[in-house]
Nanobody, 118 residues
């Protein structure tokens, strides 16, 4: 079972930026894809951004143009750069892996809290 450790969350004012990190205990190229999801207060977990082994990325409409997912395979780390943050981005952000095209995202980390407030 892969272990994922997220970090980088915090309190930021609207319009600010944060960079989240997710360190995996296995080589990230062993997975079909990795992704960031979030769960806001009283909401279901939702997709934020994903990146495949081949480098293809996918974003939720609500974050397109503001968030960027990237990776460092040497460090087994996936990042989420978040710019122009809005109060509605407030959530616990989770990192997950998708081992193959036949499986869904899972193996969630403990999450990191992002709070956007003035």
């Amino acid at each position: 079972q892969v272990r994922l450790v997220e970090s980088g969350g915090g309190l930021v004012q609207p319009g600010g930026s944060l960079r989240l990190s997710c360190v995996a205990s296995e080589k990230i190229f062993s997975f079909h894809a990795m992704g960031w999801y979030r769960q806001g207060p009283g909401k279901q977990r939702e997709l934020v951004a994903t990146i495949t082994r081949g480098g293809s990325t996918n974003y939720a409409d609500s974050v397109k143009g503001r968030f960027t997912i990237s990776r460092d395979s040497a460090e087994n780390t996936v990042y989420l750069q978040m710019n122009s943050l809005k109060p509605e981005d407030t959530a616990v952000y989770y990192c997950g892996v998708r081992r193959s095209v036949l499986t869904d995202f899972g193996s969630w980390g403990q999450g990191t809290q992002v709070t956007v407030s003035s």
